[in-house]
């Protein structure tokens, strides 16, 4: 993947996971039918294949693939998309207080409910999207088998969303809103969220209501690490959403009852957690929580000690109510530590923090995550795939903050590595001395910017990054 070439006509007959050529985006729409007792219901849409069901009547016969086939009659039929359905999407990945931002357009589309219902789109009063499924890439990484052997996915898979062989996905979790941006006929249904729940109720909230209670089970105390401090008060207290979509939950089938898992949240499981604390248990939370990784100067933070007038050092402990969202919480445990905390979302929902004063240094960050195994499972550091390196750009500029133009390839995750070989001077300054080896360029993405599309001409990555001197593992 490290050599960018044209494509020749014959070889987009033929297109392999290497090829940067036949734009796809696969959906999942999974909702909440609120008017039917919260039964689950999902909606996919796709652009690599489609499903067909032939009528067989009295004296008409549909085509399939040009020829009629009575014998398909009543029957489903999975086959290469012959007219892809128009969908954009836009994706924001910025590395400061936010989760990184989603937003898809789909044009001219309708979709049946399971009772045969035309739904135009989503009344907040029926159906609430709990999550959004987003697989892109190329053809060549999503076709089933060899071109030739017109194999196609089986029923189940074609209701699953996945990526696969250099494909990426992402998931949006948090703050959805569904507005329609055109009515027929150039309608445009538009989703937007966040792949994390950067809005997100905690499971419950605390019932402790006199002074005896709250110092029976303070919130906080100086004998605590910071780690565990945000263990107790951010894993502890909300679910992460992507284990319903992309872990071991995905598994969990619809139910068509409701299952109460907390005063706040529902789910298709139950959760146990303390009513008086509105903590989860810590089993619970290892599984469902939204966990936190930490800079290596967080790690070493601490609550300021104190001393009282004989110069004898004592522990002391707060109680206060955790605020409503992750964010809230974040800046009044702030307050306590004397410290300037920043965090954002990696794409699996997880929260990565880091002191404000450390985003001067790119490197320390992506050094201190990296130890996290944050970015270990990413398409990106695939050897086998990109290996961390730029398959192909249309610019690049390197200054002290680096810009980045390239086509669709992968979604980046917040300080992640990247690296790019060049044979031409691309920085800004002028340059005296000619070279013609090869030079590599390593950089640090603070933020990226995505837009495609299956139809529009539209394929385009800006990064923004730091250019690092040095070789990085």
């Known amino acids: ?223 605590e690490g910071l780690e565990q401090i945000l263990y107790d008060n951010i894993t502890r207290r909300y679910l992460n959403k992507h284990y319903f979509t992309e872990g071991e939950g995905a598994n969990i089938p619809f139910i068509k009852k409701n299952i109460q898992v907390s005063d706040i949240e529902t789910y298709g499981l139950p959760v146990t957690y303390d009513p008086e604390t509105g903590l989860i248990t810590p089993a619970d939370a290892d599984k469902y929580g939204t966990k936190v990784f930490l800079s290596d100067q967080v790690k070493e933070l601490s609550i300021p000690k104190a001393f009282d007038a004989d110069g004898n050092e004592y522990k002391k402990e707060f109680y206060f109510e955790s605020g409503w969202t992750i964010g809230q919480t974040i800046a009044r445990i702030s307050t306590f530590m004397c410290t300037d905390l920043n965090y954002t979302f990696n794409r699996k929902g997880e929260l990565l923090v880091y002191l404000a004063k450390e985003a001067g240094d790119v490197k320390s960050l992506y050094t201190s995550f990296f130890k996290e195994g944050v970015y270990k499972d990413t398409v990106l550091v695939n050897k086998a795939l990109y290996d961390n390196k730029l398959p192909a750009v249309y610019n690049i500029n390197v200054d002290a903050v680096a810009t980045i133009v390239c086509p669709f390839f992968t979604f980046f995750e917040p300080f992640q590595y990247v690296e790019f070989a060049s044979r031409y001077a691309l920085t800004s300054l002028v340059s005296y001395f000619a070279s013609y080896s090869p030079t590599i360029y390593r950089f640090l993405v603070i933020n990226a910017l995505i837009s495609f599309a299956t139809v529009d001409e539209l394929n385009e990555v800006q990064i923004t990054a730091v250019a690092m001197n040095e070789s990085t593992s």
């Not at 036949?22 to 996919?44: P, T, W």
């Not at 008409?60 to 040009?66: E, H, K």
């Not at 009629?68 to 029957?75: F, M």
Request: charged share 25%.
């Open 1 to 223: 993947m490290s050599n960018a070439v044209l494509i020749k006509d014959e070889q987009k007959l033929n297109l392999t996971p290497e090829d940067l050529f036949d734009r796809i985006i696969n959906l999942k729409i999974n909702c909440v039918d609120v008017a039917n007792k919260n039964q689950r219901e999902s909606f996919v849409i796709r652009s690599d294949y489609e499903m067909i069901y032939p009528e067989v009547r009295d004296t008409v016969d549909t085509p399939v693939d040009g020829t009629i086939i009575p014998s398909l009659g009543n029957r489903v039929i999975i086959r290469r998309c012959t007219v892809k359905p128009s969908i954009k999407v836009q994706c924001k990945m910025v590395t400061s207080n936010v989760g990184t931002n989603v937003e898809v357009f789909v044009s001219n589309f309708f979709m049946l409910t399971k009772d045969g219902k035309h739904l135009r789109s989503f009344n907040n009063s029926q159906y609430i999207i709990e999550s959004v499924e987003i697989a892109m890439g190329y053809w060549g990484q999503f076709r089933v088998g060899k071109e030739s052997d017109y194999t196609v996915p089986t029923y189940d898979e074609y209701f699953t969303v996945d990526a696969k062989n250099g494909a990426d996905k992402i998931t949006v979790t948090g703050a959805i809103v569904v507005t329609t941006d055109k009515l027929p006929p150039d309608s445009v249904l538009h989703i937007k969220g966040y792949v994390g729940d950067i809005y997100s109720s905690p499971i419950a909230v605390s019932n402790i209501k006199t002074v005896e209670q709250a110092t029976a089970k303070p919130v906080i105390s100086s004998d």
